[in-house]
């Protein structure tokens, strides 16, 4: 046992040497990025860093563990021990030198760097031309990693002699004890990494739970993110036309409505699942009865457009005007962390209450972490509903269970408010309670008696809204998530794929009725601030439903392919050039590629897709989704 004990006091010791590496470089970062904030605010900071610190600490040091504490004799050996060693210091190194670079590198972009820091450094040999003047003007920071390199390396040759003494002792070595160490060791790791026994692994995203958008760097450290986002999907700056070119093409800063402020309450109702071609006003009538009476009342698309595939997706959409552009999901990105124009956290600047409602388990999808990054005030989710023997035993808690919880939780916020409730019961395996007191029509496809039910839970919901004095002065966004099954021909193709109903309607405002023009997912939240004489500066990739909008159009992403959708055209391009264009009058299943160089309409609809995903790539390279005075 004397081996076992002098190797886990090796392991604790190095562990707490990764620890005070990163809190020392975190507070370089601090001093070096001041920032006021109350104590209560510092004091969050710090505890929660520690969580990041401890998943950046386990990724550290896991390399130089499996090393020194395999469970067989050889691990005696001069070899391995300066294999470990080597492994320890390197960990120390990282963790130094990325923190501290950043302690400078955060000036310029207002973000913990990321695995795309080498992707940046990897475009152009300016990086490496320019580490001479970095590391005059800069000096200390290689001198500190430096230091901290050399007392790392220093330390733990001291703590190994003392460990070797005990490990040549004679007598054979206790495989069972040193078995256990050693898987206990990792499970602790893996623990560590994860960041608890949550269902989904901290990411950056994570951060805001603890710290406003402008302070979640604070919160993280390098090395967890530079880790987390290794072998993410990158994207690549993309140069079409020039930056000023770009945002005369595609505007993307919205300047302030020209419109006295109205701070009506706000309820974005986001449908999981609901594809155009379930209502009424698509192939298969008969499921949404509710929805289609509400489309006749309002401003309504009944072919609008997601800008997601994926639930994960839809929501930075709906609430941030950021569409998905890459294969991976943003909240899954390298970017998650950047900052942004959420909705929430405009709102919030003009006196709203914000909050965000999702009959789902919390921690799904990661919901509850965006929606504390995005300014949001009160996530409720399954584990906030009273009733935990509600549970469906599948995705969370039924909607017409979740949906009155909804509005008497609603009913208790001061006004004005901005919620977002998203519904969870039309999704895979598409369960409709038999205690619901509806029986909806049966089909051949399960997913529209789920349809049905959620539809018939929101008329209930309405219902019961309209017996709150709020509800005569907001305006109600209905949307989905994104399109589910493909159930008919139309909806298979690459622009049915994306078709989903968009609604604005307020109970005292006669808002214009059915519209057949293009609106999208990243258009609700311009036309929303719009609609209220919102009066500052933001950033969006959307535009307001209720302006003149040049261009009319929606972009999509799907299996490396861009689409820009128009009420008359569908253009699809790469990275490399222009791959297809369909007249979706004429041709709505998309049978016929009409793309060729003498398409009158070829250059205008190229060059606006080109505008949007040039600029989408630079400004999440370079954390600009936020509008930031010139």
């Known amino acids: 046992m004397f081996r076992e004990i002098a190797l886990i006091r090796l392991t604790f010791r190095r562990m707490l040497a990764v620890l005070g590496c990163l809190l020392l470089t975190r507070l370089v970062f601090i001093a070096l990025n001041p920032v006021h904030m109350s104590g209560y605010d510092w004091l969050q900071i710090w505890l929660s860093g520690l969580r990041f610190d401890a998943s950046a600490l386990a990724m550290l040091c896991w390399p130089a563990l499996i090393f020194s504490l395999l469970p067989f004799p050889f691990v005696r050996k001069r070899l391995f021990r300066n294999t470990s060693h080597v492994l320890f210091v390197a960990g120390i190194f990282a963790a130094a030198l990325f923190n501290l670079i950043d302690s400078e590198y955060f000036k310029f972009t207002g973000k913990r760097s990321t695995a795309d ?30 230091l901290i390199t050399l007392a790392a390396w220093w330390l733990d040759r001291l703590w190994l002699r003392n460990t070797r003494q005990v490990l040549m002792l004679p007598g054979r070595m206790n495989y069972v004890a040193a078995g256990i160490l050693f898987l206990t060791t990792n499970a602790l790791v893996v623990i560590g990494i994860r960041g608890g026994f949550q269902e989904r692994p901290i990411h950056l995203v994570t951060a805001g739970r603890y710290a406003s958008p402008e302070h979640t760097p604070y919160v993280l450290n390098t090395p967890f993110c530079i880790l987390k986002t290794m072998g993410a999907a990158p994207i690549e700056e993309l140069h079409f036309m020039d930056e000023v070119e770009a945002e005369q093409v595609y505007p993307i800063i919205h300047q302030p409505a020209a419109k006295a402020f109205k701070p009506d309450n706000i309820c974005i109702i986001i449908l999981e699942s609901f594809s155009a071609e379930y209502t009424g006003y698509g192939s298969l009538q008969g499921f949404t009865p509710f929805l289609d009476s509400l489309m006749q009342l309002g401003r309504s698309y009944p072919a609008g457009i997601a800008n997601a595939k994926k639930s994960i997706e839809g929501v930075p959409a709906i609430l941030s005007g950021i569409p998905n552009l890459m294969n991976d999901p943003y909240l899954l990105s390298p970017f998650s962390g950047n900052a942004m124009d959420a909705l929430p956290h405009l709102l919030k600047k003009k006196g709203y209450h914000t909050s965000f409602f999702h009959g789902g388990t919390n921690g799904t999808m990661g919901f509850d972490d965006f929606c504390a990054l995005a300014g949001v005030d009160h996530y409720l989710g399954r584990s906030e509903y009273p009733v935990a023997d509600d549970y469906d035993g599948h995705w969370g808690i039924p909607d017409h269970l979740f949906f009155p919880f909804f509005a008497r939780t609603l009913a208790t916020y001061p006004e004005p408010f901005f919620t977002t409730l998203f519904s969870i019961s039309s999704h895979h395996p598409f369960v409709v309670p038999d205690d619901n007191g509806y029986s909806p029509p049966a089909s051949e496809f399960p997913v529209l008696p789920a349809i049905a039910y959620t539809d018939h839970a929101l008329r209930a919901l309405f219902n019961r809204l309209k017996t709150y004095p709020f509800y005569q002065h907001t305006l109600f966004v209905i949307t989905a998530d994104h399109t589910g099954m493909e159930l008919t021909p139309t909806g298979s193709t690459s622009t049915g794929k994306f078709r989903i109903p968009i ?52 972009i999509t992403f799907l299996n490396g392919v861009y689409q820009l959708i128009t009420d008359k055209y569908i253009y699809q391009m790469t990275t490399e050039g222009s791959v297809g264009l369909y007249d979706l009058q004429k041709d709505p299943l998309q049978t016929r590629n009409i793309l060729e160089p003498k398409s009158t309409e070829l250059p205008y609809i190229q060059k606006t897709t080109q505008a949007i995903v040039q600029q989408y790539n630079h400004n999440l390279l370079y954390n600009e989704m936020i509008y930031r005075k010139p």
């Open 503 to 554: 609604l604005f309607f307020h109970p005292t405002d006669s808002l214009p009725q059915i519209r057949k023009g293009i609106a999208q997912q990243v258009d609700i939240m311009p036309s929303i601030l719009d609609y209220i004489g919102y009066d500052q500066p933001y950033v969006a990739f959307g535009n307001s439903v209720f302006s003149p909008r040049i261009p009319d159009c929606a």
């Open 117 to 146: 820091l080498f992707l940046l450094a990897g475009t152009g040999n300016d990086v490496i031309n320019l580490i001479p003047r970095f590391v005059s003007d800069f000096w200390y920071i290689p001198t500190l990693t430096v």
